[in-house]
């Protein structure tokens, strides 16, 4: 398995909220297995207050893990494959809103646009799904991006089957991993637990 020591990683954030600290837990994980990571937030994870905490502070904290400053509007993230910027992208969470977008080819947001700039020079991206809708109207769409080049996902499991029975979330512990193999071109097996 390839090392991540070294590798331009832009770690994106889209708004699970109820999952940034598993998200950002790897994060931790990745820079200290020597990755060099880019923050980049879409504009709700990176502006909405919610019970999980102030969107002030959750930019603060991923700033601070991976030392550098977020990527927050779309003109900031557009030059990320053109200037050849990245190794691979990791968004994680990614919600249900942004899968879709990415299965539709729709860029309006930073988050979609980092992926798009990304794919213009055929980098890895690295799906970390987190949503309560996986196995309902959001099934479609997850499964045409796991049959597009280019896209790999960290492996997924329902995480309360019996209070809500379409939700599925990935396992974030396996997000470095996960990464490495999709720096090699391979996706990391099994997808669903």
Known sequence: MKKLEGERIGFVVTGSFCTFSAAFAQAEKLREAGALLTPIFSE????????????????QRLEHICGAKAIRT????????????????????????????????????????????????????????????ALRASAKNIGHLLNTKHYYFVPLRQDAPKEKPGSMVCDFTKIPETAALALEGIQIQPIFI
Do not use: W, Y
């Open 44 to 59: 709700h994870a990176g502006s909405m207050d919610t019970r999980f905490g102030k969107a002030a502070d959750q930019v």
């Open 74 to 133: 779309i003109t900031e993230a557009e030059p990320l494959g053109p200037k050849d910027m990245l190794d691979m992208l990791i968004v994680a969470p990614c919600t249900a809103n942004t899968a879709a977008k990415l299965a539709a080819g729709i860029t309006d947001t930073t988050a979609t646009m980092a992926v798009k700039s990304m794919l213009r020079r055929q980098k890895p991206i690295v799906l970390g799904i987190a949503t309560n809708d």
